[in-house]
Structures are given as structure tokens and as C-alpha cells.
């Protein structure tokens, strides 16, 4: 039965990489300019010929797909050309082996630290709710999930990096080149990226956990003398965690490539930026690559909340939810 | 118990998780390393340097770290040789020899001679087959009459010695020698660097005080070692460069790189007059100094007349009187530009502004909502203007203030989708742009600008399709050196509005007081060059002393 549901599960996965990939395959076509024309301008006709063969656009999308897609399997994710066409570019591999471990662990610290703070905090409004506390807080909280990410990071990089001078303003140190500068490095774009997110999970929880309060099963441990701190942590979080658990799988395929204006305010140059650069220069089989990780990486961390339903929520695991 | 340890087990993983990642993180220079290590800001990433690439300013500064022309510009504006020992003439501007320096070596050994000058040139001229079509193959085809031939190249430029090329021009060409400085554009690569389709993307052994450590792989970081070789000594005569490595770092946004450099994390920056709010904070901080180049460089809008909107003169004009040229000196610039009213500084033999007392074009809304008029009664429809923009924040900053500007005279006006500025430059010498903003009216010389304006594909505004007449203007003028006849040429620039001038501004260089050195280096036919000029400047003496 369980391999059933996985392979049902993966065939889904396929289905949707496939639906997404093709999509773009379609999409990058529509781009506004002729790549050719960006890539190499004054070309010779040959030139401009075998460019075009090159990045596929003298097939159809469906050959072109197929082709890229063998590539890909074969884990060539294609060439960022230079101006000398093919044999002058470099290969897009090498360019996320810089930009993808980056942002994976930009993704990775900003849910840790999302989470981290949005939990409490969500339990804490619902087991206040519509008190002036909660009003308060949550106001409080709306009103800086609609502040946008990058006016954050240049108000922090002002006031903590140079007026403060506790944090560097720029720049992105490796954690094996020094843990500590490392993360230093990284927490102002970690707060930029994290405080929406800390409002916006926070109020998913809360009022979550506000409509499992209402459950019998609550009534009856607290009739059973359980403390509230238990029942909040051990009974009512699980059952509430599952909208915040749909929306944190969502945002870390978000980050992924969605950090681009972060990235760049700080100096990060992680997969974000790569891809914004991508779609400038019209890379057409760049594009096409990132976005298909983009797509994979949506896709895992949508499995992987799928087991964490089964794990956290005991109905869903007893197939009663 | 059991609880606990599978709970410590669980946070073990997750710390292994985040270290498992940290540790695939690539390794790359981050913060600035202080001493021998500069650490340089720019906006503009790295989009190649080879011949067949045309960068903007931030990566021509880089670029000429690494590879270095046959002629310079020293600080006086006039061009001087450099890796040539003396570049002679005849008397009818037709035959040009250049003698090198002797015992100049590139980053992988070679010895600068003349055939690896021939090399070059032959790649300049579109004739390697290894580097396709490109725009210095246009400028210089020009030059040569049209070669198609490596038969047709001998018989034009020939090696007469080891150390001595002669170039055989069909037209006389009195500017030819600053063709071979073009702002830093066309440099002296390997012969092997030319044999690679690699050339200038992730690979080129130039001549210059730094050679490539890694760059191409990460578009936003350009890593340059020190050349322990290097051909130029200082004024005591000791061996350049100072600094054991460069670092180029791109960061878009000019806050930051003011940010960084006023908390001592980057030791050089560069910035453009659309700066102006940073450039006039950083003139309070006492830790930093800047560099202003001289106010020569006009950025003018240049025409795209072969198409819609603009083949009409009626849309021409009315952009023009649209520009609120005061407003983009002081608003956008916040006086950190002049205004321009003409091409170029007073000195300039395209400016007819006569000392300065004369204004060549004026901003005028109510001609400009005219004008507007006028083209729709001529079209039947509204003016729309689309501007193209770079990736730098500056770009679109101030082409979405010239956007407000024709948006208030009755235009429609958006922005492209940034680019890099590569890809701007040459899509506007395709003539696929609707106009180019371009600041090619530079210094004391024509001959840049005169890539521009003759007959050569590569002036912007399409006007050798449109105004023949124009073209053989400028190419009379460009053969005589005359500067009546470019004052004439100029004149109908303006009248027209082929090209419609916005600001003039010199460039700038932030550096923090630690730096040292910038600009120092003595030029081997005496002299410096400017600190700051279109060509970068000079950090081959530069050291920082913390």
C-alpha cells in the first residue's frame, strides 16, 4: 500500500516537473528581443546559424524539450554563452556549484529562523486571542508583513552596518572559510527575508490553533488537569501546524530563486541573481535549467511536507484526517 | 531519556544538514582582506572582454588591469604611446608605423611583437574565426577600407620588424593612433588568448600590473593576482603593482557600495553622476576620498531614426525640448553633472556652444507637448517611448526620471527590461533600440565620438540610412581634422536631434583615505593618466595602508 502512495507520489512529481518545464520551454519563446540578436549581434549568417542550432531554436519546442531534457539527465545543464557562441561560454553547472549551495542555505536559515519565531509567537496570540495583547501584536504584525523585503535590508544595512558598524553591509563568506564571519555575513538578509515571513506564519498558526482550541479533544485534557503549556504544545500544536506546514514548503521554493533582490543588495550573487541574469541575456537553456530546480526543489519540499503531515497530525497518519 | 536522546539526535541531523551545506558552499573572497588586497566595487557585472565585447566603464576599468592599449590618454587629455614606443605618420595620414616596446611580456609568457599587434588586429577586424562579427570589427573595418581577406589584410598592415607594424590606410585617418586607445576598448591580447573561444570570458594573459586569477565563473566577482612581471616601475623605480591581489565586486545598488566603503569593508568604488545623493553624503565623511573627472563627458540620447517613433522629426524634438536638463543635473545628479546644452565641454570640436556662451538645444515643456501634438497629427498616433536600461540601479533611476519628463509632455514612456550593458550597447548599434543613451562626446577628442558619426554601422542614430549627406560630413571632417567642418556636422546633430545631449559629468572614485597610490603610476612617455577618465583609472600604484 505504502509503495502504492509512492509511486502514485513520484508519478505526480514527474508529472508536474514535466508540466512546469515544458511550460517554460513554451515561455522563454515569448521573451521580448531575439536572444541571437543579444548574444551575438553583428554575427556572420553562419554564426548566427549555428547559435540558433546550438540553443535549439531551430527545432520545434517539443524537439528542443526533449533535447534539453536528455541533457539535463545527464546532468548538462547546459552553456551560458559568451559572445564567441558555444566553446566560449561557461558551463552552467559551474556557475550554480557558486550560487546554489548560497541560497539553499539562505532558504534553510531564514525558515529555521521564521519558524523558530513564528511559533511561539502564533501559539501565544491564539491562546490570547482577541485580547488587547493579540490585537495589538497582530496589527503590529500586519503591518510589517507589508513591508517589502529590500526596504528592510537597506534600512538595517544603514542603521546596523554603518551607523552601528555591528555587521558587514555587503558580501557572502563561506561557512568553511569562517564560521563566525560566515554567519555574521548573513543575518541582516536573514531578517530582511524572515520578518514577513515571521508575521505571515505567526498569523497562519494562530488562528489555526485558535479553531483546534475549540476541539473536544482539548476540552477533555484540560478537564484532565493537564496544564495549559502542555496541552498548547503537545495536543494543539500538531493538529494546528498544518496550513503553516503548506505555506513553509511554498515559501522555500519561493527563496530559492525568489531572494533576488536581497541577493543583490548584499552582494550574495546566490541562484537568484543567476537567474534574474539569465533571463536578461535571454540564456534560454540557463533559464530553462534553474527554473526546472526551481520546480524540483517546490516539489521535494511539497513531499516532504506530505510525510511531515503523517508524522506531526495523528489523523492524518491513521487515515482518519 | 529515550525521549531526550531521540530528540538530540534529530537537532544532531539538523546541524549536520546546515554544515553539510555550509561546507559545499564554494570558497570565495568575501570581506575586503586588508594591506595587499584591494577589494573594488562597481555596477556593472562582467559580461566578457574580448575583442568582440563592448563592457561599459566598470568593466573596462577591470579589463585594463589585465590587458593594456597601444596608446593612452595621459591626464592632459592628449593621447600618448603606451605599449608602443612611438607611433609615426605620413604626411597624408595614410601610412602609420608603430614601434613597441621591447621586452614587454604577456601573463603567459609571450612576448609583446608585432605579430601579436597583427593578431589583434586581424581578431579587431572580424577576420579570426574564432571571435564572430562584432562592433570593433566594424570601427576598424572602416579604417582599413573593407577587409574581408587575410590577402587583403597583409597588404594593409605588415610587419616590418620584430618590434614595428605599418598600416597602409586607403583614406587618410589623422586620428588613427587614438583608434588604438578608443577608451581602453581595443587592448593587446596573446596570441593564445585569441586561439580560445574562451578569450575574455574566462581566460586572457593581457600585459597589464594584473593578470586573471578567476573570472566568468562567478559574473559578480572578477579576482585579478598581482603580474610579477610587469613592465611599468613606479617613479622610484620600483616594481608594480603594489597590491598582491584586486578583487572586483559587483553591487548594483550605490547605497551599498557607499555603505561598504564608508565601514572600511571595500577599499574603491566607482560611481556615476546618477549617484549624486550617495556622492554628496560621502563628501561629509573625512575617512573617504573622492575623485571627480573633469565634467567632458556629455550623455546624449541618440536616435534610432530608421523606425518608428523616432524617423519622425516631430518625435525627435520633442523629446529633446521634453529633457528638463536642470532637473537631471540637480535632481537626479543632485549637482553632480552639468546640464548639457551641447556636445562635450566648451573645448570639444563638437561643441558650438562658443566658450559657453551659447545654448545648442533648450528644454522647453510647452514646445515639447507640441511637438507630441505635431506627431500625432502626423502619425495618428501618440508618441510612446521605450528607454532601454542597464542592470546598475543609476540606469534605471535616471531613465525613469527622463520618463517622468516625457510622460508630462503628453508621451507614453516605460522601461525596458534591464540588460546588461553589453547587451544594450550592441543591440542599440543594431539599431533594435528605440535610442541608446551613450556618453560618446568625451574629452578633447573627436575620434571616439567619430566611431559614432560617420559611416561605419555603428552611428546610433541611424542617420547614414536617413542623412547621407550627414555622413559624408562627418567623414570629411574626420579626414581633414578640421574643426569648422564638425562645427558644421554638430550643427545639424543638434538641428535635427539625431542626438540630444541631457548631462555632462566627469565619473567619479571613492576611496577611503587608507588607499594610496591611485593614479601615481608614471605613463613611460612621461606624464599620468587622469584618476578618473572613460578608460577607469590607474591602480597599478595602489596600496592600502591598514
Not at chain 1, 500538531?238 to 519561493?254: E, F
Not at chain 2, 576599468?61 to 592632459?76: G, R, Y
Not at chain 2, 534605471?396 to 546588461?420: D, F, R, S
Amino acid at each position: 500500500m505504502r509503495f502504492q502512495v509512492a509511486i502514485r507520489n513520484l508519478a505526480k512529481a514527474a508529472l508536474v516537473l514535466f508540466l512546469v518545464t515544458f511550460s517554460i520551454s513554451i515561455l522563454v519563446r515569448f521573451l521580448p528581443g531575439d536572444p541571437i540578436e543579444i548574444l551575438m549581434p553583428f554575427a556572420t549568417e553562419e554564426g548566427r546559424a549555428a547559435l540558433r542550432a546550438e540553443l535549439g531554436l531551430d527545432v520545434n519546442v517539443v524537439q528542443y524539450y526533449f533535447r534539453w531534457l536528455s541533457d539535463l539527465l545527464r546532468g548538462d545543464f547546459g552553456v551560458w554563452y559568451a559572445s564567441t557562441g558555444d566553446g566560449g561560454g561557461v558551463p552552467v553547472r559551474s556557475m550554480l556549484a557558486i550560487a546554489l549551495p548560497r541560497s539553499l542555505l539562505i532558504m534553510l536559515y531564514t525558515m529555521v529562523v521564521s519558524l523558530v519565531l513564528a511559533v511561539p509567537l502564533g501559539i501565544f496570540l491564539a491562546y490570547r486571542a482577541e485580547t488587547r495583547t493579540d490585537r495589538t501584536i497582530s496589527n503590529v504584525l500586519f503591518t510589517i508583513s507589508s513591508i517589502p523585503n529590500f526596504a528592510i535590508g537597506l534600512g538595517l544595512a544603514f542603521v546596523v552596518g554603518v551607523q552601528l558598524d555591528l555587521l558587514p553591509v555587503i558580501g557572502y563568506v563561506p561557512f568553511a572559510e569562517s564560521p563566525s564571519e560566515h554567519f555574521k555575513s548573513l543575518v541582516m538578509p536573514l531578517v530582511s527575508l524572515s520578518v514577513g515571513l515571521v508575521a505571515t506564519f505567526s498569523r497562519l498558526l494562530r488562528v489555526d490553533t485558535i479553531a483546534t482550541l475549540r476541539e473536544d479533544f482539548v476540552t477533555m485534557a484540560s478537564s484532565k488537569g493537564l496544564s495549559n503549556s502542555w496541552i498548547l504544545w503537545r495536543h494543539v500544536l500538531r493538529p494546528s501546524s498544518s496550513t503553516l506546514m503548506t505555506s513553509a514548503a511554498l515559501q522555500m521554493g519561493a527563496l530559492i530563486g525568489g531572494a533576488v533582490v536581497i541577493e543583490s543588495i548584499f552582494a550574495l550573487n546566490g541562484f537568484g541573481m543567476l537567474l534574474a541574469s539569465a533571463i536578461a541575456t535571454r540564456q534560454y537553456l540557463a533559464i530553462q535549467s534553474l527554473v526546472a530546480l526551481i520546480a524540483i526543489a517546490y516539489i521535494v519540499f511539497n513531499l516532504i511536507v506530505d510525510v511531515l503531515y503523517a508524522i506531526v497530525d495523528p489523523r492524518v497518519r491513521g487515515g482518519r484526517g | 531519556m529515550k525521549h531526550l536522546f531521540r530528540g538530540g539526535r534529530r537537532k544532531v541531523a539538523a546541524v549536520m544538514a546546515v554544515a553539510l551545506v555550509a561546507s559545499l558552499s564554494h570558497v570565495a573572497p568575501a570581506a575586503a582582506a586588508r594591506g595587499d588586497d584591494i577589494l573594488i566595487l562597481i555596477g556593472e557585472k562582467d559580461s566578457g572582454w574580448c575583442a568582440q565585447d563592448s563592457p561599459g566603464l566598470d568593466q573596462i576599468i577591470a579589463k585594463n588591469a589585465v590587458a593594456e592599449t597601444l596608446t593612452i590618454m595621459n591626464e592632459k587629455g592628449k593621447i600618448v604611446p603606451y605599449l608602443a614606443k612611438t607611433v609615426e605618420n605620413s604626411a597624408d595620414y595614410k601610412t602609420w608605423k608603430i614601434t613597441l616596446r621591447e621586452g614587454i611580456y604577456f601573463h603567459d609568457g609571450e612576448e609583446l611583437t608585432a605579430a601579436t599587434v597583427l593578431a589583434n588586429l586581424a581578431a579587431n577586424l572580424g577576420l579570426n574565426p574564432l571571435i564572430p562579427g562584432s562592433l570593433p570589427a566594424i570601427a576598424w573595418q572602416d579604417n582599413f577600407g573593407g577587409v574581408t581577406s587575410l590577402a587583403q589584410f597583409a597588404a594593409k598592415a605588415q610587419a616590418v620588424s620584430k618590434y614595428v607594424v605599418q598600416f597602409n590606410l586607403p583614406a587618410p585617418r589623422p586620428l588613427f593612433n587614438e583608434g588604438w586607445f578608443a577608451n581602453g576598448r581595443p587592448v593587446i591580447w596573446s596570441t593564445k588568448t585569441l586561439q580560445t573561444k574562451a578569450c575574455g570570458t574566462t581566460v586572457g594573459a593581457g600585459t597589464g600590473p594584473f593578470k586573471i586569477k578567476s573570472k566568468g565563473v562567478d559574473q559578480f566577482t572578477t579576482l585579478l593576482e598581482a603580474n610579477t612581471n610587469y613592465w611599468r616601475k613606479d617613479a622610484d623605480g620600483k616594481r608594480l603593482p603594489k597590491a598582491a591581489t584586486v578583487t572586483f565586486k559587483v553591487v548594483q545598488d550605490p547605497a551599498q557600495r557607499r555603505n561598504a566603503l564608508t565601514k572600511g569593508q571595500a577599499d574603491i568604488s566607482t560611481f556615476g553622476a546618477a549617484a549624486g545623493p550617495q556622492l554628496n553624503e560621502m563628501r561629509k565623511n573625512k575617512d573617504l576620498v573622492i575623485f571627480a573627472g573633469e565634467r567632458s563627458t556629455t550623455w546624449s540620447f541618440h536616435m534610432n531614426t530608421t523606425a518608428p517613433p523616432f524617423n519622425s522629426k516631430n518625435a525627435r524634438l520633442a523629446f529633446s525640448y521634453a529633457i528638463d536638463r536642470e532637473a537631471l543635473a540637480k535632481v537626479v545628479a543632485k549637482g553632480n553633472a552639468d546640464p548639457a546644452y551641447c556636445f562635450g565641454a566648451s573645448y570639444h570640436p563638437y561643441n558650438l556652444s562658443q566658450g559657453g556662451t551659447k545654448k545648442c538645444v533648450t528644454s522647453n515643456l510647452a514646445k515639447a507637448k507640441e511637438y507630441v501634438a505635431a506627431y500625432k497629427a502626423e502619425t495618428g498616433k501618440t508618441l510612446e517611448v521605450l528607454l532601454p536600461i542597464n542592470e546598475t540601479a543609476e540606469s534605471a533611476k535616471a531613465n525613469q526620471a527622463v520618463c517622468n519628463m516625457l510622460k508630462k509632455a503628453g508621451a507614453g514612456c516605460a522601461l525596458m527590461p534591464p540588460v546588461t550593458s553589453t547587451a544594450l550597447i550592441l543591440r542599440g548599434f543594431a539599431l533594435r533600440q528605440q535610442v541608446s543613451w551613450f556618453n560618446v562626446v568625451a574629452g578633447y577628442s573627436p575620434a571616439f565620438a567619430d566611431l559614432f558619426s560617420r559611416k561605419t554601422n555603428l552611428e546610433l542614430s541611424g542617420f547614414r540610412f536617413t542623412n547621407p549627406g550627414l555622413a559624408a560630413c562627418f567623414q570629411t571632417a574626420l579626414e581633414t581634422g578640421a574643426v569648422a567642418k564638425y562645427r558644421e556636422c554638430a550643427a545639424v546633430l543638434h538641428g535635427e536631434a539625431y542626438w540630444i545631449p541631457t548631462y555632462t559629468e566627469g565619473g567619479f572614485v571613492v576611496a577611503r583615505k587608507a588607499v594610496t597610490g591611485l593614479g601615481e603610476t608614471p605613463l613611460p612617455a612621461g606624464g599620468k593618466r587622469p584618476v578618473v577618465s572613460l578608460s577607469g583609472f590607474d591602480f597599478a600604484s595602489v596600496k592600502v595602508s591598514d
